[in-house]
């Protein structure tokens, strides 16, 4: 059964920073891009960005281009989102995930940007 844990969510000022983490169980995790995908409230999900399977590629949505950054571990099976210089318009539930649709997502950890 594919698992996906997310976690590393919290609350931070605009401008601050805050790293991501998903650990991955049940499936060949060396065989898959991972994605990283989001909710704010009252809207739809939203891509974030992608990793390919040996972690050399990596694609970022327009919106977090140059200030988020994914890496993964496939030792540890765990893919990480580093979010920095974050805006109010951030603030969202997010989900690591084997498709960009959000396939196999987990339960998701909440990131709230306010002052």
């Known amino acids: 059964e594919v698992q996906l844990v997310e976690s590393g969510g919290g609350s931070v000022q605009p401008g601050g920073s805050l790293a991501l983490s998903c650990a991955a169980s049940?499936?060949?995790?060396?065989?898959?891009?991972m994605y990283w995908v989001r909710q704010a409230p009252g809207k739809g999900l939203e891509w974030v960005s992608r990793i390919s399977s040996s972690g050399r590629t990596t694609t970022y949505a327009d919106s977090v281009k140059g200030r988020f950054t994914t890496s993964r571990d496939n030792a540890k099976r765990t893919v990480y989102l580093q979010m920095n210089s974050l805006k109010s318009e951030d603030t969202a539930l997010y989900y690591c995930?084997?498709?960009?649709?959000?396939?196999?997502r987990g339960q998701g950890t909440q990131v709230t940007v306010s002052e």
């Open positions: 049940g499936f060949e995790f060396t065989d898959y891009w």
């Open positions: 995930a084997t498709s960009s649709e959000g396939q196999n």
